[in-house]
Structure formats: structure tokens, C-alpha cells
């Protein structure tokens, strides 16, 4: 076991890659220190990264697994390696051991003198950075012809007055600029907006049909170029689908994140009958996340949002399962984008939503989602038996006071227990943030509207095949009856839960 284990990387889109690899250096010592390349030196050797540096940074302390990280701006490592009386130096085996002493500018006298030895631990294949990038960039499937990924992604706080520079510095210029609000806390931000820059104003009450057509012909009259979408996802659904209708582009900023549909290719809009349908939107050309009007949101909008990621591990061993079933044909980066931000937010040492590190986190997972539906061109990456259950639950109007996200990580935790793949990291992860392990906790409806519940999820989304497919034939109350005893067996059911 060495004192002081050191390691070097860039860690951008942070994936579970670069988590076996924390884990494992972490586990041949007692200290862990990550010296986190900056941002010229990246991009001198490799890209520019997409996340900057303070930001990998702050991903890379908040992992449970590193003691001390730092930003490192040069090649030369000697400095870090005797500051910290470094034991070992760790890195995957895709790099020649020479190659990477030469790179870090370390020789094998050097690490003699020092007593330092150069450990490589197994690379994890078919994973990387640079890998998704390429796929991200590259990758076509049966579902898209083409997919549009946002060009700009800007999180950070204070950035609401700045989008104008942002345009600017990316050379996005457009003629004809319309800033689209509520009439209430998102009207108020939105005028922050148009101080900033010369646009119309629009107003949406409703994210109806009627609200879709109205704004569709004010663009087309005003030859509007560019919607900027300020609110909760009523309102930017409204945008993303005027944006396709009348081929504008959009930017959209959001007033709280709450679910994963920001970047997906997905508007939900109500028909003439006043019921809710998913119709095809336009994907963002550019998202710009203020953090300090996401944080003053209500205190449920950010717990939905880290409760909904965990939908994404069940909904994701259901496309598995429907692949060896049913022979359904999996987007392979899609998929990885889904659990890859799943588990970023599960392994994060804070679960405190108010914490700023989590909490950004929680935005770049739910960007990450939605990528992975727009590249899948479905929502398969991230809905599975626990949407179905929960689109039942909102079908039979019994848990009518619940937030999405909310409602589909408590009912996440049923279907991995049914996948039997739920461990205690989504457990305390789920506890962590005061979610209901048991669903029928979400509302004093549920308990006795078991059976009906399952019956109609089976109705939701016929053809996709899920892991409730495979308990056909058996009382559903009995299997949830055993889930319950499992919960109590473990000692990890808790009556006392409460929405907030």
C-alpha cells in the first residue's frame, strides 16, 4: 500500500471511466491527489476541452475518491510529485510507459532516485472522452437522419444579461431576435434579457396548440431568426416546437431544471381536447444556465431534477433487456451518455441540491440526457418501466401534486429492485435526497390502486419492452409485497418520508 498516490488527466465529460480509474488509484494508497490538466495546455496538445478547467475541477474534488486535486499548467510534473512526496504515479494501460514519462517530463532515473514507482492500471475500453466527442460529432443511426447538438452550452452564475456577448464571441449574428417569457418570474428575467440587447418581447399564457400557431405566424411576420426561450419547460417546450415549425433557431434559458428534457428533440404540448402529446421540437442551437436563478428555485424543482437521473440506470437495463429479448437495436453512445451522468451524480460526495459543485453537476447530467434522447432519436436512454408506471400514475390522476422527476426516481428504485440490479449506492443516494424508496409513499392514492396502476402502464407505450413485461401472470401486489419485505429485510424502508 504506498502513502501518496498521484494522477494526471484531463477528465472532461466526465464518465465512468474516469471513475474505475479514481477507484482504482485510490485503492493502492492511502492519499489520493489528481492534478487536472488546464485549459491551454489541453489545448496545445489535444482540443479545447468543452468543460473549463475550474469547472473539472471542481467535478474531480467533489469525487469521494480524491483527497486533493489541483490544476496543473504545464508538462512538467517533478514540482507536484515532490511537494506531495508522491508514492506512485497511476494511468491507464492505453499509453506506452515510456511515452507517458516523456509527456509528464519524468524519466525512469528520476522516479529511481525518488522511489517513485509508475504503476498502469487496466484501461476500461470502449469509453473515452475524445470517444464520445468523435460519436457525438459522427454517429447517424436508423432513428436520424442528422443530429443538431447545441454549439453553445454556458453554465455559470451571472450570465443572464451577457447572452448578447455570448453570441458575439461563438460570431452568431441574427437580425431579428424575439425573447420569449411567461407573464410572471420568467417575464422578470426576461426583461433583464432585453436591457441587454435589442429583441421583441413575446408572451405565452399556455402551452396549447392555439399558443404554438399564434407565436409560429408572429415570427413569420416579424421574420423573426432566433427564439430565446425564458421559463420552466412549458414555455421552452412552446419555443422548441415554433422552432421547428417556422426552421428558427433557439436558445433556451431556463428558470429551474427539473427533468431531462431541456436538449431533447421532444415538445410537450396539450391538443384541442386539453390532453398532453408529445410532438417533435427543435434541439437548442444554444442552452445558457444562469446558477443563481436555478438555485432560487423552489427547493422540489432541483430535488425532481436529481431524483429524475436515476431513471436513467432503469431505463437504461430495460433498452438491455428489450436488446436480448426483443432484439432491439441500442445507440451505444446514446446509451453510454445516459448512464455515464446517472452515475457522475450517484458517485458525487455532496448530495446537498443548494451545494454549488452538486448542484451544477445536476444541470450538466440533465444536459447530458438529453443529449442521449436526441442522439437516440427516442427516449429510450432515459424512460423505461419506471416512466410507465409513472405516466400511469399521472393517466389516473393520482398523485397529482408531484413533480416528474420526483415521481419517476422513487418508482426507479421498484423497477432496478425488479431488474434486480438495486444496490445501496442508489439507495442512499435516493435517501440522501428524501426520496420515497417505496413509490406508493408518493401519495395516499397509490397503496390500493396497485393493480390498476401496472394494468395501464402496459397501455402507455405499447411495443416497448420492459422489465414489468416479465412479471405478466403474477399479482403485482404480491411482487411489490416482496419489495417491500426486501426494503425491511435491509433496513433501509423509512415510513417517514415526506414530499417537500
Known sequence: ???????????????????????????????????????????????????SEEDRLEIIRNCKYVDEAFIIRGYDNKEYLEKFSIDAIVHGNDWERGSYLKQIRVTEEYLATRNIDMVLVPYTNGISTSGLIKQIKETRDCHNVSVQLPSIFQVNEGILTKISDILQQNNYIFKNIAVVSG???????????????????????????????????????????????????????????????????????????????????????????????????????????????????????LQAAAGDILSNISATNDWSLSSKQKREPINDLAFMLSRSAAYALIHHESKDIKNRNFLKQVIYCQISSGLSMALAGTSRPCSGSEHLLSHAIDFHSLSENTLHG???????????????????????????????????????????????????????????????????????????????????????????????
Open 1 to 51: 500500500m504506498y502513502k501518496n498516490v498521484y494522477v494526471i488527466g484531463v477528465f472532461d465529460l466526465f464518465h465512468k471511466g474516469h471513475i474505475e480509474l479514481l477507484k482504482k488509484a485510490r485503492s493502492l494508497g492511502n492519499r489520493l491527489i489528481v492534478a487536472v490538466n488546464g485549459d491551454e495546455m489541453v489545448s496545445e496538445y489535444k482540443r479545447k476541452p468543452f468543460y
Open 183 to 301: 407573464s410572471s418570474t420568467s417575464y422578470k428575467y426576461a426583461e433583464l434579457i432585453l436591457s441587454s440587447m435589442q429583441a421583441h418581447s413575446y408572451i405565452v399564457r399556455r402551452n396549447d396548440e392555439a399558443t404554438v400557431e399564434a407565436l409560429k405566424e408572429f415570427c413569420l411576420s416579424k421574420k423573426v431568426d432566433l427564439l430565446i426561450g425564458v421559463g420552466g419547460g412549458s414555455i421552452l417546450d412552446v419555443v422548441k416546437r415554433v422552432s421547428l415549425l417556422a426552421n428558427i433557431e433557439n436558445l433556451l434559458v431556463p428558470t429551474i431544471i427539473s427533468n431531462d428534457g431541456l436538449v431533447s428533440p421532444i415538445s410537450v404540448i396539450k391538443d384541442q381536447n386539453d390532453q398532453t402529446v408529445s410532438l417533435p421540437g427543435r434541439t437548442p442551437f444554444g442552452v445558457v444556465v444562469d446558477i443563481d436563478i436555478i438555485r432560487s428555485a423552489p427547493y422540489k424543482f
Open 406 to 500: 420526483y415521481q419517476v426516481g422513487s418508482i426507479s428504485i421498484f423497477c432496478l429492485y425488479l431488474q434486480k440490479r438495486l444496490d445501496a449506492k442508489c439507495i442512499n443516494y435516493a435517501q440522501e435526497l428524501n426520496i420515497p424508496l417505496a413509490f406508493h409513499n408518493l401519495s395516499d392514492d397509490l397503496s390500493g390502486k396497485l393493480s390498476m396502476i401496472y394494468e395501464t402502464s402496459g397501455k402507455m407505450r405499447p411495443g416497448r419492452y420492459t422489465v414489468l413485461d416479465t412479471i405478466k401472470g403474477i399479482k403485482f401486489e404480491d411482487v411489490y409485497s416482496e419489495f417491500l419485505f426486501f426494503l425491511e429485510r435491509f433496513k433501509v424502508q423509512d415510513t417517514s418520508y415526506q414530499y417537500q
